[in-house]
C-alpha cells in the first residue's frame, strides 16, 4: 500500500486524487471534511487547528498499519490543515484506493472515524458571539 | 525535558510547556501533579499523557530524557 500523509496549513482535493490515480484502481472514494458555519444553531466565524504533529503523523501512520491489515487497499491519503480555518475551507481530506469500490468504502470511513478519535490535533471554535470554545 | 501541553489543557495552564519535578516517575505520578497544581483539568472530558510520542498507560515509567505530553480530548477532523 503506498500512503502520503501530510499535516499542513492548505490541504487540497486535487493532491489526493494525484495520488491515488492508479490503473490498478477502479475504485477511489475520497472524504472531504469542511468547516460549517455553525455548531448547535450557533455561527461560527472560524476554526483553529493546533496539532501535535510528530505523534500525530505517528497515530496517522499506526491508522494506515490498521487499514494494511484489514483491507486490500491500493493506495491511501490522510492530509489535515492546521491553523485559522474559515466555512467552506477543507480541514481533512481522506482519499482511498482499492481495485474494486466496496472495501474502499469501508476503509475510508474506518480511517476518518479513528482519526477523529486519536490523532492528536485540536480545534478551537470562534463564534459570531465572542466565545471562543 | 519539559512537559508539553495542547489544547484546553495547555489553556488551563496558561503556558505551552512545564518543567517536570524530578519526583515524578510514572504516569500516574505526573497525572496526579497536574491535577494538584491546575485542579480545573479535572473538568476535561479525559486527560491522555503521551510518553514519546504514544498514549501512555498510567504504570508507564517516565525518564529525564523522555519526550512527555499532555493530550486533552481531541478534536481532529
Same mark, same amino acid.
Given at each position: #500500500?503506498?500512503?502520503?500523509?501530510?499535516?499542513?496549513?492548505? @490541504?487540497?482535493?486535487?493532491?489526493?486524487?494525484?495520488? @491515488?490515480? /492508479?490503473?490498478?484502481?477502479?475504485?477511489?472514494?475520497?472524504?472531504?471534511?469542511?468547516?460549517?458555519?455553525?455548531?448547535?444553531?450557533?455561527?461560527?466565524?472560524?476554526?483553529?487547528?493546533?496539532?501535535?504533529?510528530? #505523534?500525530?503523523? /505517528?497515530? #496517522?501512520?499506526? @491508522?494506515?498499519?490498521?487499514?494494511?491489515?484489514?483491507?486490500?487497499?491500493? $493506495?491511501?491519503? #490522510?492530509?489535515?490543515?492546521?491553523?485559522? $480555518?474559515?466555512?467552506?475551507?477543507?480541514?481533512?481530506?481522506?482519499?482511498?484506493? /482499492?481495485?474494486?469500490?466496496?472495501?474502499?468504502?469501508?476503509?475510508?470511513?474506518?480511517?476518518?472515524?479513528?482519526? $477523529?478519535?486519536?490523532?492528536? @490535533?485540536?480545534?478551537?471554535?470562534?463564534?459570531?458571539?465572542?466565545?471562543?470554545? | 525535558?519539559?512537559?508539553?501541553?495542547?489544547? %484546553? !489543557?495547555?489553556?488551563? %495552564?496558561?503556558?505551552?510547556?512545564?518543567? =517536570?519535578?524530578?519526583?515524578?516517575?510514572? *504516569? !500516574? %505520578?505526573?497525572? %496526579?501533579?497536574?491535577?494538584?497544581?491546575?485542579?480545573?483539568?479535572?473538568?476535561? =472530558?479525559?486527560?491522555?499523557?503521551?510518553?514519546?510520542?504514544?498514549?501512555?498507560?498510567?504504570?508507564?515509567?517516565?525518564?529525564?530524557?523522555?519526550? *512527555?505530553? *499532555?493530550?486533552?480530548? *481531541?478534536?481532529?477532523?
Amino acid at each position: #500500500m503506498e500512503i502520503l500523509i501530510n499535516i499542513k496549513e492548505t @490541504i487540497t482535493v486535487q493532491e489526493a486524487l494525484d495520488f @491515488i490515480q /492508479s490503473p490498478e484502481c477502479g475504485g477511489e472514494v475520497i472524504f472531504a471534511g469542511t468547516v460549517r458555519n455553525h455548531t448547535k444553531q450557533r455561527e461560527v466565524l472560524k476554526l483553529f487547528y493546533e496539532c501535535y504533529e510528530a #505523534m500525530a503523523i /505517528s497515530e #496517522m501512520q499506526k @491508522i494506515a498499519v490498521k487499514v494494511q491489515e484489514k483491507w486490500a487497499i491500493q $493506495k491511501l491519503v #490522510m492530509l489535515h490543515a492546521v491553523g485559522d $480555518k474559515y466555512p467552506g475551507d477543507l480541514a481533512v481530506v481522506i482519499a482511498v484506493a /482499492s481495485a474494486h469500490r466496496g472495501i474502499a468504502f469501508d476503509a475510508c470511513e474506518y480511517v476518518i472515524d479513528l482519526l $477523529k478519535e486519536t490523532v492528536p @490535533i485540536w480545534k478551537k471554535e470562534f463564534f459570531a458571539d465572542g466565545e471562543i470554545v | 525535558m519539559g512537559i508539553l501541553l495542547f489544547g %484546553a !489543557a495547555k489553556d488551563i %495552564a496558561g503556558v505551552p510547556v512545564l518543567e =517536570k519535578p524530578a519526583h515524578i516517575s510514572d *504516569v !500516574a %505520578a505526573l497525572k %496526579a501533579w497536574l491535577y494538584e497544581v491546575y485542579p480545573s483539568l479535572q473538568q476535561l =472530558k479525559s486527560m491522555m499523557i503521551a510518553v514519546n510520542r504514544a498514549y501512555a498507560t498510567d504504570e508507564q515509567t517516565i525518564s529525564q530524557q523522555d519526550e *512527555v505530553a *499532555v493530550i486533552p480530548p *481531541v478534536s481532529g477532523g
